[in-house]
């Protein structure tokens, strides 16, 4: 498996390769190539598919529109009460 992460994460992600290696079970490699993502990272296999977006814009966009609704809530919430 490789793995692309942002030019921020690398040093991080260099420094826990043996324990995201012992993890997912498998032998990871850090692709030289960053990934335009703010942090996280992609997966893929030798074909160069992506396995998995884990990227923090991914799981961001995945919760948005409940964090949407929460805040909605809570502030029309608030300005009911005042």
């Known amino acids: 498996m490789v793995i ?3 030019g921020n ?9 043996e324990e995201l290696q012992k993890v997912a079970g498998r032998t990871i490699e850090i692709s030289p ?3 335009p993502i703010s942090g996280g990272l ?3 296999n030798s074909d160069k598919r992506v396995l998995m977006d884990l990227s923090f814009d ?5 919760v ?8 909605a809530e809570k502030v029309f ?6």
């Open 77 to 82: 919430q608030e300005s009911t009460v005042q």
């Open 42 to 44: 992609l997966a893929y």
């Open 58 to 62: 991914s799981m961001l966009r995945t």
């Open 4 to 6: 692309k992460v942002s």
């Open 33 to 35: 190539d960053t990934a």
């Open 64 to 71: 948005e529109p409940r964090v949407r609704k929460m805040v």
């Open 9 to 17: 994460d690398s040093d991080f992600f260099k420094k826990h390769l």
